[in-house]
T-cell receptor, first 110, second 114 residues
Framework: QKEVEQDPGPLSVPEGAIVSLNCTYS??????FMWYRQYSRKGPELLMY????GNKEDGRFTAQVDKSSKYISLFIRDSQPSDSATYLC??????????FGRGTSLIVHP | SAVISQKPSRDICQRGTSLTIQCQVD?????MFWYRQQPGQSLTLIAT?????????ESGFVIDKFPISRPNLTFSTLTVSNMSPEDSSIYLC???????????FGPGTRLLVL
């Protein structure tokens, strides 16, 4: 079992939909949880990070962490075609080296 | 945030040859990282490069295959040596932000080995 599991998709949604992207993990030592966005032919870009359990909101994006279930989510409200990208979750705990998921490809069609 | 550039952006190489990838950062940073991103796979850390010391390699990666230089606080190179088609991948450099949970990535180097 990989430390971080993430469905690669693709996930295709219509413009304006609420998108839910998820990761599960097995290492209970993870304390920091990050979401990166990667456009085609670009490097990953940090979107948000959270510490421990709870929610964090930034504009149309909400990150949610449930440590009891070892489950994290990224919600995108009012999705736009410009949100089409690959979203990678990453986790950190006990080390400065994050563990990344495989990424979920999101397609938002007009 | 840090602005990172990489050269070349892409290359097609013959097996058995070597390619050196350059990474330039617009500010001084202590730690630089080199990752490999293969299709459908998660980012895999190759090594951590600190200025003035030998790079630290992750399990499965060795210095003879991926020699790294870190001559100053804004620059690093990764060489992919004696390439085979299995080395075809995207190679990314990154730097740590003001917190360990923030990393900034370069645009990547897309390598195809024939």
């Amino acid at each position: 079992q990989k430390e971080v599991e993430q469905d690669p998709g693709p996930l295709s949604v219509p413009e304006g939909a609420i998108v839910s992207l998820n990761c599960t993990y097995s290492n209970s030592a993870f304390q920091y949880f990050m979401w990166y966005r990667q456009y085609s032919r670009k490097g990953p870009e940090l979107l948000m990070y959270t510490y421990s359990s709870g929610n964090k909101e930034d504009g149309r994006f909400t990150a949610q962490v449930d440590k009891s279930s070892k489950y994290i989510s990224l919600f995108i409200r009012d999705s736009q075609p410009s949100d089409s990208a690959t979203y990678l979750c990453a986790m950190l705990g006990g080390s400065y080296i994050p563990t990344f998921g495989r990424g979920t490809s999101l397609i938002v069609h007009p | 945030s840090a602005v990172i550039s990489q050269k070349p952006s892409r290359d097609i190489c013959q097996r058995g040859t070597s390619l050196t990838i350059q990474c330039q950062v617009d500010s001084q940073v202590t730690m630089m990282f080199w990752y490999r991103q293969q299709p459908g796979q998660s980012l895999t850390l190759i090594a951590t490069a600190n200025q003035g010391s030998e790079a630290t390699y992750e399990s499965g990666f060795v210095i003879d295959k991926f020699p790294i230089s870190r001559p100053n606080l804004t620059f690093s190179t990764l060489t992919v040596s004696n390439m085979s088609p299995e080395d075809s991948s995207i190679y990314l450099c990154s730097v740590e932000g003001d917190r360990a949970e923030t990393q900034y990535f370069g645009p990547g180097t897309r390598l195809l080995v024939l």
